[in-house]
């Protein structure tokens, strides 16, 4: 069968040795060196380097395992360069194919052997980490050195994150590197294209099928590249926008391992689910918050934490340990406050009980910070010295504005007593002024419903604030920074919505969409409602492409390594208490 198999599918380079290596080798012996002389040349030519073994017959791939295992077992100089030779085929092969002189070039996207072949290449590598325990560590360098460049296909892409998963399936020890590798793969994708781009050319798309300016253009659709799709028909799920169709392939199959991880035969794995959520966190601590405004990666958290409400809360936690700690540079405590508001405004999976709890670690946080500011020399409003303040404020105004029905409802007069309980009016009231450095939808949407509840009467300072539009802020550098941004904050909510088509089936059963409050209850909020497929307005225009504004956060994912070391956090003991 073996020979058979081999007639079949001939290697690249067919080669005919002299005649039998037996009597070759036994002709030497007897002084003829002429078949030896012959093989030895033959043997030596580069282009015979490697054996086509993948998706052969089960005997060939099975003696040819076993050659690997033998190889590196007993010669482990050859490790690195079996481990190589597999990872090559973590994604397809390059096809060549020659169009008017000139060589284009992709993945074989229709290989209907992948499986097989990417199956087998995991059994090779099962084989050598079973004989050399010290794989893991020279495979991880593999693995980065191989990932493909962002600008490749989809489908290589998605090839190669599907097979990097697996690894870190059956080498356990290697799931937190393959994460992380993955993510910070993702993450350079995300931040180069913005949710408003990515919409703005969907959009641009849908409306051109509408006027059916498309038909013309059908008819040269024959040679679509698959690097960049450049139209789709409407109502798939193709993205046109390259970028995030390439995200999109990948947020599925980032989801889909996760799913998988943590369920087994359906049921939630308890120790799985808490290895992967330890695994996440620290990519999140090292990679995700220190990145502006990267829209999709994030939701790999959110959609984890759906799975059991001790994951939510452990994540509120952890983001509030972040937020609290003075010992963390200002721009992580900003970051962190983005995330904990946002989380717990958009997580459609967050009983009210937890909202209010999160609301009873932040709330006395503020109060305390007040304390703590009001009488000194540094009781004036001023990002740079405040930041982490004025990010947990519009934090908990924030969450309000998405959760105040739900406090509410059920029983109103317990609900209001509580809300009453916040004293919000201290905090809006207080000479730091967060009003002036919130998002003016934020602060208008506050308002509107702390005025409709008789909890604060933010419209004096509001207005207050609105006559002073230059200066938005003291410095603390020195002299008085002229700028009327209306986003001082640099402010940036991490779960906005989710465009991306086929990853956002998960997402969105989980999500808690912007529901216009009615005209009775906010009359100055004047953002109107758009298209079903606008449905989700709340903060639309109001977190503009900050360029060369005060950013308290930084500008690019690149630039996270260079984040300045903590601005102005105050050196109070009582923010190392938690609450």
């Not at 509107?448 to 604030?465: P, S």
């Not at 504004?549 to 930084?554: E, I, L, Q, S």
Request: net charge negative; proline share 6%; aromatic share 10%.
């Amino acid at each position: 069968h073996v020979s058979l198999d081999f007639m079949n599918t001939p290697p690249l380079k067919t080669v005919r040795f002299g005649g039998n290596v037996v009597a070759t080798l036994a002709k030497f012996k007897q002084g003829d060196t002429s078949d030896y002389e012959l093989l030895k040349h033959q043997l030596a030519d580069p282009d015979i380097k490697r054996l086509p073994w993948l998706g052969r017959s089960p005997a060939v791939v099975e003696e040819y395992l076993a050659f690997l295992s033998n190889l590196v077992s007993a010669q482990t100089v050859y490790l690195r360069a079996c481990l190589k030779m597999v990872v090559s085929n973590f994604t397809p092969k390059r096809v060549k194919i020659c169009e008017g002189g000139v060589d284009i070039s992709d993945s074989d996207d229709d290989d209907e052997n992948l499986p097989i072949n990417f199956d087998q290449c995991h059994q090779a590598l099962q084989l050598i980490a079973r004989y050399v325990p010290s794989t893991s560590r020279f495979l991880m360098p593999i693995l980065t050195e191989n990932f493909p460049f962002v600008q490749k296909s989809s489908r290589t892409l998605e090839c190669y994150v599907h097979n990097l998963l697996r690894v870190a399936v059956y080498i356990p020890s290697l799931q937190r590197h393959v994460l992380e590798l993955i993510i910070s793969r993702m993450l350079k994708l995300d931040v180069s294209a913005s949710r408003g781009e990515i919409e703005e050319v969907e959009n641009a798309v849908q409306q051109q099928e509408m006027k059916g300016e498309q038909e013309e253009e059908g008819l040269f659709d024959m040679d679509e590249d698959v690097c960049s799709v450049k139209s789709s028909p409407a109502g798939t799920n193709v993205m046109v926008h390259p970028v995030a169709e390439r995200l999109d392939t990948l947020m599925v199959v980032l989801l889909a391992f996760i799913k998988d991880m943590c369920h087994v035969n359906g049921c939630l794995d308890v120790e799985q689910t808490k290895d992967l959520y330890k695994d996440l966190v620290c990519v999140f601590d090292k990679l995700i918050l220190p990145t502006h405004a990267s829209c999709h990666v994030q939701y790999a958290l959110f959609y984890l934490c759906s799975f059991r409400l001790a994951l939510a809360e452990a994540f509120l936690e952890h983001l509030w340990r972040l937020l609290q700690s003075p010992s963390h540079p200002a721009v992580l405590r900003q970051s962190a406050a983005g995330y904990m508001g946002s989380f717990l405004a958009r997580a459609n999976f967050l009983p009210v009980a937890t909202v209010c709890a999160c609301l009873d670690l932040l709330v006395p946080w503020l109060h305390l910070y007040i304390d703590s500011q009001d009488s000194g020399s540094r009781a004036y409003c001023d990002i740079m010295l405040h930041g982490p303040f004025y990010n947990a404020c519009q934090a908990v105004f924030y969450t309000l504005i998405f959760r105040h029905r739900s406090i509410l409802e059920g029983d109103m007069k317990k609900g209001l007593a509580y809300l009453q309980g916040l004293n919000l009016e201290r905090i809006v009231m207080c000479q730091l002024n967060p009003l002036k450095v919130c998002l003016p939808a934020v602060t208008n949407m506050f308002a509107a419903i702390t005025r409709k509840y008789q909890l604060v009467f933010c419209y004096t300072i509001i207005e207050r604030n609105s006559r002073h539009v230059l200066p938005v802020v003291r410095s603390s550098v020195g002299g008085d920074c002229v700028s009327t941004n209306t986003n001082p904050l640099d402010s940036f909510f991490p779960f906005d919505p989710y465009v991306l088509k086929r990853s956002s089936k998960l997402i969105e059963p989980l999500y808690q969409v912007w529901e216009e409050p009615a005209d009775t209850e906010v009359e100055t909020f004047t953002t109107k409602r758009c298209s079903d497929a606008d449905e989700d307005d709340f903060l639309r225009g109001e977190t503009p492409e900050t360029k060369g504004v005060m950013g308290m956060t930084p500008g690019s994912y690149e630039s996270h390594l260079h984040s300045p070391s903590s601005v102005g956090s105050p050196p109070i003991a009582f923010l190392q208490r938690p609450f």
